[in-house]
């Protein structure tokens, strides 16, 4: 079956310390792959994709995600995590189907940081 | 601004009052979508439309109805909510969801409804 995980329901990690979340697919093919953020109180916001090419893949806000095609897993970095950082974060994969993308979600993770 | 606007963001309603939740995105978007999140099982798609008049189901249809009469508006209509419909709804577009695209998506703020 289709299945995006993202295995930790929560990550704490202090005000400038790295960060990872973690986010691992089972879908066939060469699916594209999301990452989103939901602040408190609002929708998602798209923060980065990967389609193809190279596997570190920067976006928004200083994230970052690195693509592993042998571990089909798509983990979201930021070198120094802010307090503005904490919020709830999604990742997605897209399911081809009848010739059109279909998103599938993670439960998501939160992330708090601390200062 | 570009943006996907919702309506109303809070709902209490109760059992079998029919309700719509209104969106509309004003970015000439393609594809529409809403969705329900729900602690621990992330966003789980209800209905989708490709364009104008084109809808289809989504993985959890069941309850709701949808229509697609103009490209920038793509209501959800609960006939007879009940309780377990208690959700937070995203609304969402894109340009195009065509395989060859990788057209991320857009979203609206959230309804947060609860059926008494």
């Known amino acids: 079956a289709q299945s995006v995980a993202q295995p930790e329901d929560q990550v704490n990690v202090a005000e400038g310390n790295p960060l990872t979340v973690k986010c691992t697919y089972s879908v066939s093919g060469n699916p594209y792959l999301f990452w989103y953020v939901q602040y408190p109180n609002r929708g998602l916001q798209f923060l980065l994709k990967?389609?193809?090419?190279?596997?570190l893949v920067k976006g928004s806000y200083g994230f970052e995600a690195e693509f592993n095609k042998s571990q089909t897993s798509f983990h979201l970095k930021k070198p120094s995590a802010l307090v503005s950082d904490s919020a709830l974060y999604f990742c997605?994969?897209?399911?081809?189907?009848?010739?059109?993308?279909?998103?599938?979600f993670g439960a998501g993770t939160r992330l708090a940081v601390h200062p | 601004e570009a943006q996907v606007t919702q309506n109303p963001r809070y709902l209490i309603t109760v059992t079998g009052k029919k309700l719509t939740v209104t969106c509309s995105q004003n970015m000439n978007h393609e594809y529409m979508s809403w969705y329900r999140q729900d602690p621990g099982l992330g966003l789980r798609q209800i209905y989708y439309s490709m364009n104008v008049e084109v809808t289809d189901k989504g993985d959890v249809p069941e309850g709701y109805k949808v229509s697609r009469k103009e490209k920038r508006n793509f209501p959800l209509i609960l006939e007879s909510p009940s309780p377990n419909q208690t959700s937070l709804y995203f609304c969402?577009?894109?340009?195009?969801?065509?395989?060859?695209?990788?057209?991320?998506?857009?979203f609206g703020p959230g309804t947060r409804l609860t059926v008494l």
């Open positions: 990967y389609i193809t090419g190279d596997n």
């Open positions: 997605a994969v897209t399911m081809f189907s009848g010739g059109y993308n279909k998103l599938i």
């Open positions: 969402a577009s894109s340009l195009s969801i065509w395989t060859r695209d990788a057209n991320e998506q857009f």
